[in-house]
């Protein structure tokens, strides 16, 4: 069965520029949760979508902004993109939505912003 | 807010040596904790996990974790580390509140040869 896959890997924008980043889950799966890696931060939970709604939000901006479609593939946006925003952005998925569900981790999407 | 300490930013040991890893946590409900690995160059992968029942439980490749509530406390053990475990270490908490993981800063352990 095929991983979590997230595209595109790599990513350089610039400043105020916006970004959208795709993730399609595990075959089966229908819970997607974002979550940002940094060397200062460290992982830190975005958002979490089920059944194409959003279920869960962490601390971010609104600038980040995310939707998941009817068959679990999820985007994630990034608007006004800030020096700051330069991060590897992964994406988990999980066949149900739950705290003891275990996540699946895909590659990430490293975004630079110049 | 509830987080997640790792003790150890980078932990060096030599092949055969015993591997712990501390992480605790500061909230006072129920918790479901994981370990997760990163290897260089790989996805995260789930090392463990706990929920309820017998504290010490065994996840893949000879790791297992002990959960000590009294001390908020679910630390990572390995007997004998092989160069191999090099790789980055995650705890991780869930409060019961859908996929919500809480993370901490990460432990690099690098074993020598």
């Known amino acids: 069965k095929a991983g979590v896959t997230q595209t595109p890997r790599y990513l350089i924008k610039t400043r105020g520029q916006q970004v959208t980043l795709s993730c399609s889950p595990i075959s089966g799966h229908r819970s997607v949760s974002w979550y940002q890696q940094t060397p200062g931060q460290g992982l830190q939970f975005l958002f979490e979508?089920?059944?194409?709604?959003?279920?869960n939000k962490g601390n971010f901006p609104g600038r980040f902004s995310g939707r998941q479609f009817s068959n679990s593939r999820s985007e994630m946006n990034v608007s006004t993109l800030e020096l700051g925003d330069s991060a590897l952005y992964l994406c988990?998925?999980?066949?149900?939505?739950?705290?003891?569900?275990?996540?699946?981790f895909g590659p990430g999407t490293r975004l630079l912003v110049l | 807010a509830q987080s997640v300490s790792q003790h150890n930013h980078h932990v060096i040991l030599s092949e055969a040596a015993s591997l712990e890893l501390g992480c605790n946590y500061s909230?006072?409900?129920?918790?479901?904790l994981f370990w997760y690995v990163q290897y260089p160059g790989q996805h995260l992968q789930l090392l463990l996990k706990?929920?309820?029942?017998?504290?010490l439980v065994k996840g893949i490749k000879g790791f297992e974790a002990e959960f000590i509530k009294s001390k908020f406390s679910f630390n990572l053990r390995k007997p004998s580390v092989q160069w191999s475990d090099t790789a980055e270490y995650f705890c991780a908490v869930n409060l019961n509140q859908g996929g919500k993981l809480i993370f901490g800063q990460g432990t690099e352990l690098s074993v020598k040869p």
């Open positions: 979508y089920f059944s194409e709604t959003q279920r």
């Open positions: 988990a998925s999980s066949l149900a939505r739950g705290s003891q569900e275990t996540q699946y």
């Open positions: 706990y929920f309820s029942g017998d504290p």
């Open positions: 909230y006072g409900g129920t918790v479901n």
